[in-house]
């Protein structure tokens, strides 16, 4: 990877796949609306042993760009300058280089999904119980952001249960949060939010994350997104469920990282309307 004084600055999302990604819209119009001579694109990376040369590539002459499923882990582990908010998750979702302190890296997740449940919900996180699917990067982030939040409670649920176990065991225990062992019994539960953190939905044959049929449940967060929204949240709907795909969040994870590559404030409006936002 190469690049001409000429040419715009570089900025891109990184992961597996990253075909469907919104990002590139959401980035290129914020770039015109603020006049800024630069371009946003995906680049699949199917390997994760390139993910760092392709970082550096990309932040060493002034860009930079984020990091999507499976990735965000690994992204983590090469950094020079980890933020506290990725050494507490594992996991790195916006990267960019500074000269003092070589290749940094946050996680945007935590603050971005708390604004999205939020919306969804209604009302602030703390004392509620919230339902978690999935155990990679942005459940960790989801976690962590419950916990910091002071929720009632947090179950993990994943495919793998010691995954699930993992998951927690990374992030010190924290109180209030368990793994479950399986679905089992989980319609007798009550959850204030359920979200999928799980890549489920990215294709159209994919299985729904989880059956909510006899379940109670107050709202659904879906973090995938697609362009005529997604089965898990056209389900929770038809269940009487208030429920969102991951649209919101992803414009405010790209509204941070604008903020930090630019330092100056970013358009949101436009952001949202790139996406079919109002």
Same mark, same amino acid.
């Given at each position: 990877m190469?690049?001409?004084a000429d040419d715009p600055t570089l900025y891109a999302l990184l992961g597996d796949p990253v075909d469907h990604s919104l990002s590139p819209a959401i980035h290129n119009a914020a770039f015109q609306a603020l006049g800024f001579r630069a371009v946003y694109v995906s680049v699949r990376i199917e390997e994760a042993g390139l993910l760092e040369s392709v970082m550096r590539a990309l932040a060493v002459p002034g860009g930079g760009g984020n990091v999507?499923?499976?990735?965000?882990?690994?992204?983590?582990?090469?950094?020079?300058n980890p933020s506290a908010a990725v050494r507490a998750t594992g996991a790195c979702n916006l990267f960019w280089w500074d000269k003092g302190a070589g290749l940094c890296g946050d996680n945007t997740d935590i603050e971005?999904?708390?604004?999205?449940?939020?919306? %969804?919900? !209604?009302? /602030?996180? *703390?004392?509620?119980? +919230?339902? %978690?699917? !999935?155990? /990679?990067? *942005?459940?960790?982030? +989801?976690?962590y952001g419950c916990v910091r939040q002071a929720t009632a409670g947090v179950d993990v649920l994943n495919r793998t249960p010691s995954r699930a176990s993992d998951l927690l065991r990374q992030l010190g225990h924290p109180a209030g949060a368990r793994a479950l062992p399986g679905v089992g019994d989980l319609a007798t539960e009550g959850y204030?939010?359920?979200?999928?953190?799980?890549?489920?939905?990215?294709?159209?044959?994919?299985?729904?994350?989880?059956?909510l049929g006899g379940m109670r449940a107050g709202a659904v967060l879906d973090l995938v997104y697609g362009p005529k929204g997604t089965r898990f949240v056209a389900a929770a709907r038809d269940a009487g469920l208030k429920a969102e795909d991951g649209r919101r969040m992803l414009v405010e994870q790209a509204a941070a990282a604008l903020e930090v590559w630019l330092g100056r404030p970013a358009p949101k409006e436009v952001m949202q309307g790139a996406v079919g936002l109002g």
């Open positions: 190469s690049f001409d999507t499923t499976p990735h965000k882990g690994q992204a983590a582990t090469v950094l020079n971005s999904f708390r604004i999205a449940a939020e919306h %969804v919900v !209604g009302s /602030g996180l *703390a004392g509620l119980k +919230v339902l %978690v699917l !999935g155990a /990679g990067g *942005a459940a960790r982030a +989801v976690v204030d939010l359920i979200v999928n953190a799980t890549s489920l939905g990215l294709r159209e044959s994919d299985p729904l994350p989880l059956q």
